[in-house]
């Protein structure tokens, strides 16, 4: 079992710039692939990026490639999202989420635990 925390959300101007992070409970923690999913409201949750458990691979979804990193931090049990170059159309909610067999590529399938998610308002 992992309980996932996500914190960092707030209203960020577009164009700018912002970290959000997640901090996972259990002792397996580099075991898990972990990624960042989002969700508007009417909308399907929407994979954002994942990175495996070393941290030595990483996937992003197209419409966020180039502007978002997703890095982790074995030692704390984190794994952060930072998103560069923001825009009105990333206003969502952000879900961290982990799996313990899932690859970077089949984490936008779905994965086993889920945060409950923090708020990113972009005001354009």
């Known amino acids: 079992q992992v309980q996932l925390v996500e914190s960092g959300g707030g209203l960020v101007q577009a164009g700018g710039s912002l970290r959000l992070s997640c901090a996972a409970s259990?002792?397996?923690?580099?075991?898990?692939?972990m990624a960042w999913f989002r969700q508007v409201p009417g909308k399907e949750r929407e994979f954002v990026a994942a990175i495996s458990g070393s941290g030595g691979s990483t996937f992003y979804a197209p419409s966020v490639k180039d502007r978002f990193m997703i890095a982790r931090d074995n030692a704390n049990n984190k794994v952060h999202l930072l998103m560069n170059s923001l825009k009105a159309d990333d206003t969502a909610a952000y879900y961290c989420?982990?799996?313990?067999?899932?690859?970077?590529?089949?984490?936008?399938?779905?994965?086993?635990?889920w945060g409950k998610g923090t708020l990113v308002t972009v005001s354009s």
């Open positions: 259990g002792r397996t923690f580099s075991s898990y692939t």
């Open positions: 989420a982990a799996d313990p067999t899932r690859t970077v590529v089949a984490a936008y399938y779905g994965m086993e635990y």
